[in-house]
């Protein structure tokens, strides 16, 4: 697939190797024909030449920025003269800048989105994009640090979700916009490269992150003949890319010692006086560790089943049976006898007449 000549020279001068790791940069030399020691692509976009597809040649790139060393800060050109955004749309604001100092290089590209149009449809969907590279000199370093972050790690291929690595998708041609494709089958690799990764400063001069997203197919009609078979797009968003080699910090200019002419008496020459030399401040940006939040621990609530008292039961008291009391005929008592009345006159107990007594 043909790429774009800033992106040749991005890719030759990093001299980058994939290996099983990712791409790692083997030449502590590698920079930008220019002599850039910081560089930055927003977006690099090659279209193949596919008359089944619809399809013309287009290469292009927007959203650049460069630095030599000790160059400064660079905001970038945002111009657009090879009118990439006739096909991408980039959503948000889009960045681009660089900047090179005697502390670090760095340089950074981001973005809120892309959508690619082909053929009125939309063809490739990337989320917010954000990345990162920079390189630390001696003689805090080298150390060098590089990040590319999107959306959950994943885009969009014909409203399909496609993660990192490499995916098929089966479509018609209908969704490809193609009238004389009937099927097809697209073939997409999505890379996500960070050199060094992790995220992390790791000792070593250069840095280099991106997405890289080429998609190929094969085309066939409805007969299913084969139409085509080869590549259709690629795009490379936030190319950034740094080194440490060949930065140097700024010379040190010593005032010349003044001796004072020889007068008598004997001349006293006074010892050379050096101002002190002092470095810049080398800043070396904060590692931010995310929070760790502890989830709350909740108790289970603790039931206490209810206690249930049986009832006690009392058995009926019977009494025994009452008798009635035996009643006892009535006695007959005698008739009394009679006997001699008594005296008509109470008896005479003192003095007096007693009469026949």
């Known amino acids: ?27 502590t030399g590698a920079r930008a024909a220019d002599g850039d020691v910081a560089n930055s692509v927003l977006a690099d976009l090659t279209i193949s030449d596919v008359p089944a597809a619809g399809l013309d040649a287009f290469t292009g790139v927007f959203g650049t920025a460069g630095s030599p060393p000790n160059g400064g800060l660079d905001n970038g050109d945002l111009s657009d003269p090879s009118g990439v955004l006739n096909y991408l749309t980039v959503r948000g604001q889009a960045v681009a800048r660089t900047n090179a100092e005697a502390a670090r290089n760095w340089a950074q590209a981001q973005a809120s989105g892309f959508t690619l149009s082909l053929n009125e449809r939309d063809f ?26 999107t959306d959950s790690n994943t885009i969009g291929v014909l409203g399909r979700q496609v ?14 916009g193609a ?3 009937s099927t097809a089958t697209l073939t997409v690799r999505y890379d996500q490269i960070e050199d060094p990764s992790g995220g ?15 998609i190929s197919g094969t085309l066939r009609d409805e007969e299913g003949g084969e139409l085509y078979d080869g ?27 003044t001796t004072p002419p020889v007068t008598s008496p004997p001349v006293t020459t006074p010892p050379p006086t050096q101002p002190p030399v002092t470095d810049p ?33 009392v058995p009926p008291i019977t009494l025994p049976p009452t008798t009635p009391p035996v009643t006892k005929p009535p006695t ?26």
């Open 231 to 257: 590549p259709l797009v690629d795009v490379e968003l936030g190319h950034v890319d740094v080194t440490c080699d060949g930065t140097t910090s700024p010379p040190v200019t010593t005032p010349p010692v």
């Open 124 to 149: 490739l969907s990337v989320g917010s994009l954000d990345a990162y590279a920079e390189c630390i000199p001696a003689p805090i370093g080298p150390l060098a640090l590089a990040y590319a972050r």
């Open 163 to 176: 993660p990192t690595g490499t995916t098929q998708l089966e479509v018609t041609g209908a969704e490809l």
């Open 1 to 27: 697939m043909r790429r774009s000549a800033i992106r040749a020279t991005l890719a030759v001068t990093a001299a980058a190797t994939l290996t099983a790791a990712g791409f790692t940069i083997t030449s």
């Open 281 to 313: 401040p080398i800043t070396i940006p904060p590692v931010t560790v995310p929070p760790i939040t502890v989830p709350p621990v909740t108790d289970p609530p603790i039931t206490i089943p209810p206690v249930t008292v049986p009832p006690v039961t």
């Open 200 to 214: 992390a400063y790791q000792p070593q001069s250069t840095a280099r992150a991106a997405l890289d997203i080429t």
């Open 332 to 357: 007959s008592r005698p008739t009394p006898t009679p006997t001699a009345p008594g005296p008509s006159h109470e008896p005479d107990y003192g003095y007096g007449d007693h009469g026949g007594y």
């Open 179 to 181: 009238a004389d494709v």
